[in-house]
Structures are given as structure tokens and as C-alpha cells.
């Protein structure tokens, strides 16, 4: 089995577990493309068999969430799940909290949260924060591209869109959002609505999964090894370059004439996908290889 399985991961689940139980049920090797919080639902795509070599090479690592932001006080994990810190001082009106979305939106700098999978001398500082190692983290650039305010929740809560940019903690935003409203606010709820090219459209559930394995047909659910890599140019390369390409030689970058220097392409032999090449001046040259292993 190669391709990639769209989990909709269920609250309550580490990403390491929900790896697992897909390992289990494949007997392959798998990986999951982008941890998702273990109190966090939502798109988890995991990459069964070869799957797992393209991990590098996605070109969209762009994210999309549903989340509330609750003003009923300040958490030392940013979320539902930590102690409080720092008690709520009422709910802004809406009318502030949409003014101050605006220093959120567009290239910001965030500092990743304590309990974080950040690692500091290969220890994930969740870890050391549990131990009582508060380790203070660095601030770095994230991209927020939308960020819309939705609709009041219960008497605290407010219900936000966000498409963000890799390595965007939501947790930190809505903590941070807070901070700037002089209103400690912590996240309450979180779901990934899209990873990439993943979405809630084309997740599956675990229990479909596993029904789809006791049936034996879970392969069937695997989205093809291609499809996170559509907006790659595609080379497919002739008959007589089949077995030089999936071996993973070198190709004449004449084959693709509109593909510019260390550009990335799909190369394709007899419609499979056999790997991701990079131009170098007049030749391509395998960035991974999907044939064999």
C-alpha cells in the first residue's frame, strides 16, 4: 500500500497514536505530515509506504482552523487543558475584538508555547514544562493569511477562522489576541479544517478505516502518492527513458524544456509516479525515487 490516508483525527488522540493504529492496520511503514494537538479534531493525512519519502517535498504547507477563543482567563499551555494563570476580565465587545485582528493578519511573530513539541537539547519542551522547566522560546516569523471572527459562544467565547501559513501555533494566537485586548484568553476548541491539499472533504474516520481494512479493501481510501503534489509541473517521460528513470538516473532536462534551474517536477513512466526530480542545468536529477524498497 502506497498513498496518503486522510484521518479525521478525533479529539482525545495524540498524532503518534492515530499513526499507530494506521500502522497497525496497513502493515506498512506510515508517518503523519503535521502534528495535530492531542485535544485538537480534525485533518491528520498520514502517509502509508512510500508515501512516507515525500514528506519534504510538499510545496502547500498552508493550514486552515476553526477555534474559540475563550476570555475566561489565561492557561500556562494556551489551552483548554492547562492550569489557569491569569483569571478573565470580562468579554471584550465584538466590535474590539475585530480592531485588534488586524495586528494579527498579514507576517507575524509568535513565541511557540512552553508546552510545545519544540525540542531544546533533543528533549520536546512539553516534557521539561512538565518537570517544571519553563524553557522561554524564541519569537519567529508565521504567516497569517485570513483571520475572521464568527459567532459568540456561550457567555465567554468567540468562534475564529484562520488560514495560516506551516508552523502556526492557534493556541499562541488566541493567547496572544487576549494579550492584546488586556483580556486573558486561552483556546477552548480547535479543528483542522485543511493540511495542504487535504480536507475535511476527503478525511476518513478511523472507524472507516477499520472497517475498510476488515473488509480488506482499505487501500481504497488511500488518496494517490501525487496528490499533495499537483501544482508541480509533470514530466512524462518516454517509453525508452522508463527504466533509466526508475532507477533513478539522470534525465536530459530537454524532456521538460519549461522547467527553470533547481525547479521540482513529478516524473511519471507509463502513468506511474516514480519520483521528484530538480533541474540542474542541462539534466534532472532524482530528489527521491518512488520504485522499489
Known amino acids: 500500500m502506497n498513498g496518503f490516508l486522510n484521518l479525521l483525527k478525533p479529539p482525545g488522540m495524540s498524532s503518534g497514536a492515530a499513526v499507530a493504529v494506521v500502522k497497525r492496520l496497513t502493515g506498512e511503514r506510515v508517518g503523519h505530515a503535521g502534528t495535530l494537538d492531542p485535544e485538537a479534531a480534525g485533518v491528520l493525512p498520514i502517509m502509508v509506504g512510500r508515501a512516507t519519502r515525500l514528506l519534504d517535498l510538499f510545496p502547500d504547507k498552508s493550514k486552515s482552523y476553526v477555534a474559540e477563543i475563550a ?14 494563570i491569569e483569571e478573565g476580565r470580562g468579554v471584550p465587545p465584538r466590535e474590539e475584538i475585530e480592531k485588534a485582528l488586524d495586528r494579527f493578519r498579514g507576517d507575524i511573530l509568535q513565541c511557540p508555547p512552553a508546552y510545545s513539541a519544540l525540542k531544546k537539547n533533543g528533549v520536546p519542551l512539553y516534557a521539561l514544562a512538565r518537570k517544571g522547566e519553563m524553557v522561554e522560546t524564541q519569537p519567529r516569523a508565521t504567516l497569517i493569511r485570513a483571520l475572521e471572527l464568527g459567532a459568540q459562544t456561550g457567555k465567554d467565547g468567540y468562534m475564529l477562522r484562520v488560514d ?77 527513458y522508463w ?51
Open 71 to 84: 476570555f475566561s482567563g489565561a492557561t500556562d499551555t494556551q489551552d483548554a487543558q492547562g492550569a489557569v
Open 164 to 240: 495560516c501559513g506551516g508552523g502556526t501555533y492557534i493556541r499562541t494566537l488566541c493567547h496572544d489576541i487576549g494579550q492584546a485586548l488586556g483580556k486573558p484568553a486561552h483556546m477552548r476548541f480547535l479543528l483542522r479544517t485543511r493540511a495542504g491539499a487535504f480536507s475535511l472533504e476527503n478525511a476518513v474516520t478511523l472507524e472507516e478505516a477499520r472497517a475498510a481494512a476488515e473488509a480488506g479493501e482499505l487501500e481504497r481510501l488511500l488518496l494517490p502518492l501525487d496528490h499533495p503534489l499537483k501544482d508541480m509541473k509533470a514530466l512524462s517521460l518516454p517509453e525508452r
Open 243 to 293: 527504466k533509466l528513470g526508475r532507477n533513478g538516473g539522470k534525465l536530459p532536462a530537454a524532456l521538460l524544456p519549461e522547467i527553470t534551474e533547481n525547479e521540482r517536477c513529478r516524473v511519471y513512466a507509463a502513468e506511474e509516479l516514480i519520483g521528484i526530480a530538480h533541474r540542474e542545468e542541462d539534466i534532472l536529477r532524482f530528489d527521491v525515487g518512488l520504485c522499489g524498497g
